[in-house]
């Protein structure tokens, strides 16, 4: 991913993402359906919706969190696959008991996550709790998930911190035009103008992925979200928009 967007080398990144692929690595798998998804690199005509589909589901069937919950968005909009709306929420479901389960794991002791899970798994009451200095504070953790948990987010992979801090840093410049995904655990940067779908409602947000979109929808955008009569650019490309989630599915 590096090597790909930071360094521009796409054919080197595409080939080890490739290797990595190859070898089962559930990130590289779902990196390279983004990069299909939005034909990332090259132009609109070279993206392959059914390759996105088909590498996310490789990466999904090994665990890969945000690979599932793109595959089931893909599934429940008819996006690069047929549709099939009960299959697509069933797959949201089981993506947001993983991301529960994930966060469980990290915010509970083992001794105490076995023990107490029944009196956590609570439908939006769930609180972290975290040691700072010494103290210990309750934080109501950012409503993440499309079935109404409160939960804290995951963590977010090593290259993807890396690629936001790239860019944001100044170390790494986006040509004029560029946006990065507004998923604050994305990082991903656009390879050509208007690359990245953006909010339907207010225009001013871009996302890499459906994914991408949904989480930072729960996550921050759903409380700064507002419509405007018309974009910056004077019209609207429909096919290059993410309709705003129902928070019922």
Not at 12 to 39: C, D, E, R, T, W
Not at 92 to 105: G, I, M, P
Not at 214 to 234: F, N, Q, T
Request: charged letters at 25%.
């Amino acid at each position: 991913m590096i090597r790909f967007y930071c360094l521009k080398n796409r054919g080197s990144g595409l080939s080890l993402m490739a290797k990595a692929a190859m070898k089962l690595h559930a990130p590289a798998l779902y990196s390279l359906a983004v990069i299909q998804f939005n034909g990332s690199g090259g132009s609109k005509r070279d993206k392959d919706l059914r390759a996105g589909v088909a590498l996310s589901a490789r990466a999904s069937l090994l665990g890969h969190i945000d690979a599932l919950r793109e595959l089931g968005h893909c599934l429940q909009d008819g996006y690069g696959v047929r549709q099939n709306v009960t299959e697509g929420r069933r797959l949201l479901v089981q993506a947001n008991v993983r991301e529960l389960a994930y966060v469980l794991r990290a915010v509970a002791p083992p001794s105490r996550c076995c023990d107490e899970s029944s009196s956590l798994l609570t439908w939006g009451a769930l609180r972290c709790q975290r040691k700072n200095n010494n103290a210990v504070s309750s934080l109501a953790c950012p409503l993440l998930s499309d079935y109404g948990y409160s939960v804290a987010p995951p963590e977010v992979q090593p290259a993807n911190w890396f690629l936001r801090e790239w860019f944001e840093s100044g170390k790494g410049k986006l040509e004029e035009g560029l946006r990065l995904c507004a998923h604050i655990g994305c990082g991903r940067p656009e390879t050509r103008p208007h690359e990245f779908r953006r909010c339907s409602v207010c225009g001013k947000v871009n996302y890499c992925s459906r994914g991408c979109q949904a989480l930072d929808w729960k996550l921050r955008h759903k409380i700064e979200c507002s419509p405007v009569e018309m974009y910056g650019d004077g019209g609207v490309d429909v096919e290059n928009e993410f309709v705003v989630p129902n928070d019922a599915v």
